[in-house]
């Protein structure tokens, strides 16, 4: 197999994946409509792609490339109002949030794409326990080795992404009693985790040609890691994030990662070592468990410090970097989320106490997305 060519593009440029439930408006159970909400999609403007995901009451929305966050923002505000009027003509509603409250995994559907089928056969159930709805950034890398550098230090930050992003504290039914229960679904895939710790782009490279070899994989899309590099784009791709509740809070995310990554490369931070994994696991499921209230360990430091204050710590290197990327407004509502605003998996829990019923919960989140 010839190496992987890593594509060039714009530093810091960045865009999203954001995969949404589409739920009907009588019991508002997942509804199998994706097909028909694509079709009648197929002819709006798109600066990016909508796209069906794994099983048939998925969609996703794949944004065009930015540079600043407030044309992001733009332009997923008018893709949700589009897709929203086509919703409300088939009488389905979309929403965000990382797992559907109350739907059962074993009235999914595939859809019927080669690639799908594929992962179905090779999953077995596990394919239809994937009707889980994930936000990923993308972040653009000037060069290979830049791209292997951010993603080893962006494992320092992913708790952060985590915590912020929460939105599935019901699956099946139940509270978890997780912020984002979405991560445990994906624990379950054989190729779940973190890229191994390789110095450079030659070296994943030789990494990758070895699974090849072993026919463990055949492209990228085989790695289900928490970031990776994303070499057809050019990019960085985080994939911890829970999809939230409204496209504003979607953006907000991005503009951090951006910030994140522009500070990470102009101090070409020097605790970047193999230890960054060692603490990844218990870091991961403290955010996962508790959100903004977990705790994480500092490899660096050795020390815990809770993921809450951390974010704010963080947040005062980003300012200057978020005045040039013209993203203050952003990293201002993520500074308020950790502050004690909280996150959307506290949200749903408020809305559940007052409600007192998961439909009324899912009509509720429909609700806040759709605006």
């Given amino acids: 197999m010839a190496p992987l060519e890593f594509k060039h593009s714009e530093a810091l440029t960045i865009g999203v994946e954001l995969e949404l439930q589409l739920v009907n408006t009588s019991d508002f159970n997942l509804a199998p409509d994706a097909d028909d909400l694509l079709r009648r999609a197929a002819g709006d403007w798109h600066a ?7 099983t048939q009451s998925m969609i996703e929305i794949n944004s065009g490339v930015h540079e600043r966050y407030e044309t992001l923002l733009a332009e997923l505000r008018t893709t949700r109002d589009r897709l929203a009027s086509h919703a409300r003509q088939m009488n389905v509603a979309i929403a965000g949030g990382g797992t559907h409250p109350f739907q059962k995994w074993r009235d999914r559907k595939i859809y019927p ?6 992962v179905s056969k090779k999953y077995g159930f596990l394919a239809k326990q994937f009707t889980v709805f994930g936000q990923h950034v993308h972040i653009g890398c000037a060069s290979a080795d830049d791209a292997i550098y951010l993603n080893h230090a962006l494992i320092r930050y992913l708790p952060h992404f985590i915590a912020l992003a929460a939105s599935s504290p019901f699956y099946q039914g139940v509270d978890t ?21 390789v110095a450079d782009w030659r070296a994943f490279n030789q990494y990758f040609q070895t699974m090849y070899e072993f026919g463990i994989v055949k492209s990228m899309k ?39 990554s522009r500070w990470l490369w102009a101090e070409r931070v020097d605790w970047v070592n193999p230890e960054l994994y060692l603490v990844h696991s218990y870091n991961r499921f403290q955010a ?3 959100g903004l209230a977990g705790t994480l360990v500092d490899h660096a430091t050795r020390t815990p410090i809770g993921i809450a204050e951390d974010i704010q710590h963080t947040l005062r290197e980003l ?5 040039d990327l ?9 500074l308020a989320i950790a502050r004690g605003e909280g996150n959307d998996a506290a949200w749903l829990r408020k809305t559940f106490a007052e409600k007192t019923t998961l439909p009324d919960v899912v009509r509720e989140q429909a609700a806040r997305w759709m605006q």
């Fill in 319 to 323: 300012f200057p970097h978020a005045v």
């Fill in 288 to 290: 996962a468990r508790h």
């Fill in 113 to 118: 794409t080669e690639r799908f089928l594929t």
């Fill in 177 to 197: 009693a997780f912020d984002s229960s979405r991560l445990s679904i994906v624990n379950t895939f054989p190729l779940a985790g973190t890229m191994p710790f």
């Fill in 326 to 334: 013209a993203s203050t407004n952003a990293l201002e509502a993520v």
């Fill in 222 to 260: 085989d790695f289900y890691w928490d970031v990776r590099p994303k070499p057809e784009f050019g990019t960085v791709e985080i994939r911890v994030c829970d999809t939230p509740l409204t496209v504003d809070r979607a953006a907000q995310i991005a503009a951090y990662a951006q910030a994140l």
């Fill in 48 to 54: 990016g792609e909508l796209k069906p995901e794994l």
